[in-house]
């Protein structure tokens, strides 16, 4: 075999992560249909065809790479923000900084496995690592959140625009949009495949912030969409366990193909702390 193949032998399933909770809302919320509501309303809010609220999983995954980004300094990690020129760091989710660059990833292309994967590695942020960029996948995928519980009614409330040098309304720009009310519970799950220790240490800070509360959705600056985490369950699979590897791969319900982290706090404080303390766990091992 090959370096190169041998090095893509390695690319299949080594470990996987997935994490479930409770998305509770503690105010009213709005994912914007961006047209008209039911109610004939001016802006009406996502729902199904049986008219129950919609938790995307884009809306999700976004806010969550929003937070990521938001912590990642923190962590001593990379954020492109999808712009070279105002975050300074080298990532090729910029289109710009891409057209720049892309002489040298044709070389290494040519040059073989290792050289391309070692030119992504080296342009590429630790955010869009996890998240995914046009050279490579994402290791990170959200689902729609699951309706559990609502009030079964969409809200209408009334705005106005504001002349931002008069601090008054606007005449006739008045309108109004709808909301769902708070209370809604959605159950959402998580996946991460072939984690590094800077994704878990990215994705535990993410969770602690959202289990504290956050706010996602539009017309949040005005108090909307505010939520927090409940009941977070980790589970997962380590290939290099045979135990774990025979168990996900001959299990015939889903919940028993992964087996119990144990308490969600503990194991993602662990790689938090590694990532910032890389040299005392070192000397401590």
């Given amino acids: 075999m090959t370096n190169d ?41 996502v729902l199904d065809p049986i008219s129950q609220p919609v938790l995307p999983g884009s809306s999700l995954k976004g806010k969550l790479r929003s937070t990521c980004e938001t912590l990642s300094h923190a962590l001593g990690l990379r954020a492109c923000m999808l712009n070279y ?9 910029d289109v710009n900084y891409y057209h720049n660059v892309r002489g040298t990833y044709q070389e290494a292309f ?80 998580i996946d991460l495949e072939n984690p590094t220790d800077q994704d878990m240490a990215l994705l535990g800070a993410a969770l602690f912030e959202w289990h504290s509360g956050s706010s996602i959705g539009g017309f949040t600056s005005r108090g909307l969409g505010r939520f927090r985490l409940e009941n977070i369950q980790l589970a997962g699979v380590n ?27 503990t194991y993602f404080t662990g790689h938090i702390k590694r990532q910032l303390s890389p040299a005392t766990e070192i000397e401590e091992n």
């Fill in 85 to 93: 020129e105002a975050s300074g760091v080298k990532c090729t989710s």
């Fill in 239 to 265: 290939m290099s366990d045979s135990e774990q590897r025979m168990k996900f791969l001959t299990a015939t319900k889903t919940e028993d193909r992964l087996s119990d982290l144990g308490d969600w706090e």
């Fill in 5 to 45: 193949n041998a090095l893509a032998a390695g690319f299949g399933l080594q470990q996987k992560i997935r994490l479930t909770t409770f998305l509770v809302f503690d105010t009213a919320w709005r994912i914007g249909s961006g047209k008209e509501g039911e109610t004939m309303s001016d802006l009406g809010v």
């Fill in 110 to 189: 040519q040059k073989g496995l290792r050289d391309r994967l070692q030119w992504i590695e080296e342009n590429t942020c630790d955010v869009c690592k996890l998240f995914g960029s046009p050279m490579q996948a994402s290791r990170l995928c959200i689902s729609d959140g699951m309706l559990k519980e609502w009030a079964s009614v969409v809200q209408v409330r009334d705005g106005v625009v504001i002349d931002r040098d008069s601090q008054t309304a606007v005449n006739g720009l008045k309108y109004d949009y709808e909301v769902i009310p708070s209370g809604s519970r959605f159950e959402i799950c």
